[in-house]
C-alpha cells in the first residue's frame, strides 16, 4: 500500500505541495542572481532578471497561498502563537523581552 505524503510527515499533501513549490522558487531566485553576476551578454542578463523577477512573483503567490493553507489547518490560530494580539496571548510581550535580554547577554559576553 502506497502512503500519502500527509501520512508520512503529519503534514497535509496540499500544504506539503506548497511549501515545496515556495522553496523551489526562492532557490531559483538565488539562482538566477548568481547567472545575472555571470552573463556578459545583455540579452542573456535581461532574460535572467526576467526569471528572477518571475520566480520572485512565484515565492510572493507561494507564501500567500501558504499563509492560507496554515490557517485553514489550524483553524485561524497559529500554531507557534503568530499573529495574535498581545490580549489573547498574554504574556507574549515579557517572553519576547526575556529573550532578547537572553540573546543580548549571550552575545555581548563573546563566549560561543
Excluded: P
Excluded at 11 to 16: G, I, L, P, S
Excluded at 52 to 81: H, I, W
Excluded at 84 to 99: D, L
Amino acid at each position: 500500500m502506497q502512503q500519502t505524503q500527509g501520512q508520512q510527515t503529519g503534514t497535509r499533501n496540499e500544504t506539503y505541495d506548497a511549501i515545496a513549490i515556495l522553496y523551489h522558487a526562492l532557490q531559483g531566485a538565488e539562482n538566477c542572481q548568481t547567472y545575472i553576476k555571470d552573463a556578459k551578454d545583455e540579452q542573456v542578463r535581461q532574460f535572467f532578471e526576467q526569471a528572477l523577477n518571475t520566480q520572485r512573483q512565484l515565492a510572493d503567490q507561494g507564501k500567500q497561498v501558504l499563509q492560507q493553507l496554515l490557517q485553514k489547518d489550524t483553524g485561524g490560530a497559529s500554531a507557534f502563537g503568530w499573529g495574535q494580539s498581545r490580549a489573547q496571548t498574554g504574556t507574549t510581550g515579557q517572553t519576547q523581552s526575556s529573550f532578547t535580554q537572553q540573546g543580548q547577554g549571550q552575545t555581548t559576553g563573546g563566549t560561543f
